[in-house]
C-alpha cells in the first residue's frame, strides 16, 4: 500500500526538550511538506523540500528543523526555541501535479 | 491577511439535503483549486479540484464550482450522509508553481443531522 506514514500519533515534549516528528512516504514524491495546524487556523507551511538534500522555509520556520537526506523521509525537530509547539502538525508530499497527498498527523502537547 | 476565506465556520444540514460550502479569495493569480476534507485527529484527504480553464467540476455527490470574476468557489454535496460530517478546507494555489505550497482557508465544520 503506498502513502504517506507519521510517527508518533501523539508526542509529549518537556520544556526545553527539542523532539523529532517522522514522515515517511513510499508514493516516490519528489516533494514533501510540513504544516501547523492550530484551532480556528488553516494549515500553515512550516518547511517544503521540492528535492532530496534541498529544502526551504515556510511561513512560519522559527523554532523548527528539517533535513532531507532520503527521497521517503522529511523529519520534522520542533526545538526549544518554538514557544508555543502545541498544536497538530501534518507531512504532505505530492509530485508536482499540485495534489497533495496527507500523512495522519501527529499531536504535539507540552507538559 | 488571509488570502483564502471560508467564512462560515460551521454548517448544519439534514441528511438527504444538499451542502454548500464556500470560499472566497483575493489573490487573482490563484489558478488552482482544492478541497480537503478532515475527520478529527486525522489528516486532510484531498475530495476534488478545479482550475480555472472550468466553472464546474463533479465527482459523484461533490462538485465544485468557480466563479473567477468573483474569485469564489463553492462545493456542493447532494445528498449529504451522516458520513459527511467533517471539516472542510478550500485550498488555492498558481497553476505553475511547481511543486509549491498551497494556501489554505481556516476551514468549514460540516454537520450532517439523521
Known amino acids: 500500500d503506498g502513502g504517506i506514514t507519521q510517527s508518533p500519533k501523539y508526542l509529549f515534549r518537556k520544556e526545553g526538550q527539542n523532539v523529532t516528528l517522522s514522515c515517511e512516504q513510499n508514493?516516490?514524491?519528489?516533494?514533501m511538506y510540513w504544516y501547523r495546524q492550530d484551532p480556528g487556523q488553516g494549515l500553515r507551511l512550516i518547511y517544503y523540500?521540492?528535492?532530496?538534500?534541498?529544502?526551504q522555509k515556510g511561513d512560519i520556520a522559527e523554532g523548527y528543523s528539517v533535513s532531507r537526506e532520503k527521497k521517503e523521509s522529511f523529519p520534522l525537530t520542533v526545538t526549544s526555541a518554538q514557544k508555543n509547539p502545541t498544536a497538530f502538525y501534518l507531512c504532505?508530499?505530492?509530485?508536482?501535479?499540485?495534489?497533495?497527498?496527507f500523512g495522519p498527523g501527529t499531536r504535539l502537547l507540552v507538559l | 491577511d488571509q488570502q483564502v476565506k471560508q467564512n462560515s465556520p460551521s454548517l448544519s444540514v439534514q441528511e438527504g439535503r444538499i451542502s454548500i460550502l464556500n470560499c472566497d479569495y483575493t489573490?487573482?493569480?490563484?489558478?488552482?483549486f482544492l478541497w480537503y476534507k478532515k475527520y478529527p485527529a486525522e489528516g486532510p484527504t484531498f475530495l476534488i479540484s478545479?482550475?480555472?480553464?472550468?466553472d464546474k467540476n463533479e465527482d459523484g455527490r461533490f462538485t465544485v464550482f468557480l466563479n473567477k470574476s468573483a474569485k469564489h468557489l463553492s462545493l456542493h454535496i447532494v445528498p449529504s450522509q451522516p458520513g459527511d460530517s467533517a471539516v472542510y478546507f478550500c485550498?488555492?494555489?498558481?497553476?505553475?508553481?511547481?511543486?509549491?505550497?498551497?494556501?489554505f482557508g481556516p476551514g468549514t465544520r460540516l454537520s450532517v443531522l439523521p
Open positions: 478545479i482550475s480555472s480553464i472550468k
Open positions: 485550498a488555492a494555489s498558481p497553476n505553475d508553481n511547481y511543486g509549491q505550497n498551497f494556501v
Open positions: 489573490n487573482s493569480m490563484f489558478d488552482y
Open positions: 523540500s521540492q528535492i532530496v538534500n534541498d529544502f
Open positions: 504532505a508530499s505530492n509530485r508536482g501535479d499540485e495534489t497533495q497527498y
Open positions: 508514493l516516490n514524491h519528489d516533494a
